[in-house]
Nanobody, 125 residues
Framework: QVPLVESEGGMVQPGDSLRLSCTGS????????MGWFRQPLGKEREFVAS?????????DYADSVKGRFTISRDITKNSVYLQMNSLIPDDTGVYYC?????????????????WGQGTQVTVSS
């Protein structure tokens, strides 16, 4: 049983929007921060966004996506979302959701102990 299941990505045009979702299966992630990372082809995996567990939820974004992407979570559904607007070709890559080993946000992949299988997002005209 895969602990984190991501929605299907897709191919979109520059300027389009896309929403990714990630649902925990078999366990709850209450008390833990969640994050999204991406890996462009031939490059290292990079941080995209993170959301804390705290009330009033704190978020953190990579500079490259700030103002365009929004991370959110629904505790009742054990899910986390990534709303991506104004997509550009540089946003292309495999997107991974992950559950952190801590309650506060983190940009370090080493702070995340559980990962989804990844979903491809391609932005191209």
């Amino acid at each position: 049983q895969v602990p984190l299941v991501e929605s299907e990505g897709g191919m979109v045009q520059p300027g389009d929007s896309l929403r990714l979702s990630c649902t925990g299966s078999g366990r709850t992630f209450s008390g833990f921060a969640m994050g999204w990372f991406r890996q462009p082809l031939g490059k290292e995996r990079e941080f995209v966004a993170s959301i804390s567990w705290y009330g009033g939820e704190r978020t953190d974004y990579a500079d490259s996506v700030k103002g365009r992407f929004t991370i959110s979570r629904d505790i009742t559904k054990n899910s986390v979302y990534l709303q991506m607007n104004s997509l550009i070709p540089d946003d292309t890559g495999v997107y991974y959701c992950a559950a952190a080993n801590r309650a506060s946000t983190s940009r370090a992949s080493t702070d995340y102990g559980l990962w989804g299988q990844g979903t491809q997002v391609t932005v191209s005209s």
